[in-house]
């Protein structure tokens, strides 16, 4: 559930981090680009000022027409409020008339690494309440607004560092914010720069004119300040959809778990159908009969149930009922198709001793040989011991034998009742369980059990089948103590239907041959 809950959280988090990320890295790169333009652009004026004036030969500087040269050039720019001559950190002369002669505009804070020289704050003595920046290259100064440097675009970013970076042995950074010198590592490349640097996002796009190049920067912190809440959101409605997807899971698991629901489910689309398992005449080794033994066609992928688990699974949660109606609708449509091939094969069903107690036993086996128009005596009926013990067993037996069916005891010496019981119940057949088929053959307790069972079953005039034959001394064991039918691997597992049709041939005309020689035969799979 913790997992559920915190996955998805955490890759809802990572991604909008992700998504944050490449945002600060546009923004980053595009206010880099636009302090390389501003840059380059007042760089170019200043360099074309110098050029100019200095190209007018070798009159002095401050001569009238190289003033009016000045006022001209700052008339032509939008960009230039005055040009001046320096002297020093003096201003000699500029295109203003007199009014900036003899100032004195102080140190620059700043000088390249090529000797252009900047001042970022100048306040003029004509203007005092106004804010310049100066640019100075061979003597010649260029006045602007303070903002149209570098100014306007910590407005539109303010959380970042910008500005210029010029590349040396240690670099200088020119603009506003603190700069880590890591952020400024590579320039001798040249190359632009869009990356995660010492805990912030640095992007540096080289000049094409100059050596400079625009640094922008926008620390982590600030990036993801501006995702907190949906960073919180996120958060939280990923560990809701999380433990959302969780509980359909879960829910479909235990449904898919639930064997109740499968079983009901199933019953609902009839995926069962009857497997045959053959029963033999040990003396001829002829098929006489089968047993139908109910199977559960599961979908494609789940795993196997068998009947020794669904059956009692079924009569847990009072399903047995539907489940017997199930197997004698099967047992409705085959046994016409197995009379058509073989008129005097009988087919054994298993009853649940609540089927018996109810009722509905009987009233499924009358309307079973109603339909089929069966002959009653090729129709067995299986009993549990349990069964037996059910209160009103007696009289459900003799109705159901009053129909005409033969009744078989099954797994007889399994459960509690004692053999002297079995003798106030009228009944057909025994059914000798495995456990003492298996044990006749060995020299154990079980042999001498199993063989007061067939006595006695043989001295109330019961026929017995001994179960889960599966070798030829267990076959040899059984035939010499009296038992005249077998059922077990050795002559067949329980096939389906048509697998039933396509053996039945063989099964029913076998050669004449000893029961050692039947028993000899090579177990089906
Ligand atoms: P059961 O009635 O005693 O059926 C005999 C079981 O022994 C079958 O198991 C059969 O496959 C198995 N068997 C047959 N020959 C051999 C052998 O040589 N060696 C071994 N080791 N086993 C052998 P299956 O088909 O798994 O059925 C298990 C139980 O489920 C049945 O025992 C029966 O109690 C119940 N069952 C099966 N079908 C139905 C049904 O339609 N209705 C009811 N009420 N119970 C059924
Ligand atoms: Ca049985
Ligand atoms: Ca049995």
Redesign the pocket.
Known sequence: MLVAAVVPTFMGIALLDYFAFERAKNQAQTVSKAVLKRADDVLTQLWEVSRTLGDMGNSPPCAAFARAEMGKLVLQSPLLRAIAVLDGSRVACSSLGHSMDKVDIGQPDFVSVRGVKVWSDVVLPAAPNLHYSALADGGYAIFLNRGDFLGAAELLAPHMTLGLAYPGTAAQFLGSGNVDPAWMEGLEDRVPVTEERAGAVVALTPSSKFSFFAMATLPKHAYLHDMALTRWIVGVTGALAGLLVFTVIFWQSRRALDLRTQLQRAIHNRDFY??Y?PIVDLRSGAWVGA?????WRRPLGAEAI???IF?PAAERFGL?GD??TM?FDLARQDIPVIAAQAPDFYVS????PS?LCSGKGRALTQRLLEVTGRDPKLLFI?L?ERGLLEQNAKERIEELRALGVRIAI??FGTGYSSLAYLASFSLDYL?L??LFTQGIADKGPRRTVAIQIVELARSLDLDVIA????TTEQAMAVSTHGVAKA????YG??VPLDELLRRLPEGLRPPPRAPQAIAQEV?AS
Do not use: C, F, H, M
Request: hydrophobic share 40%.
């Open positions: 009857l497997a398992q047993e139908a033994l109910l199977r068998g009947p020794d059956i047995s489940l017997a197997v069903l298993n009853l649940a089927e299986e549990t099954d797994d059914k369980d495995k179960e889960g034959v599966e059922q077990g691997w050795l597992r329980a177990p």
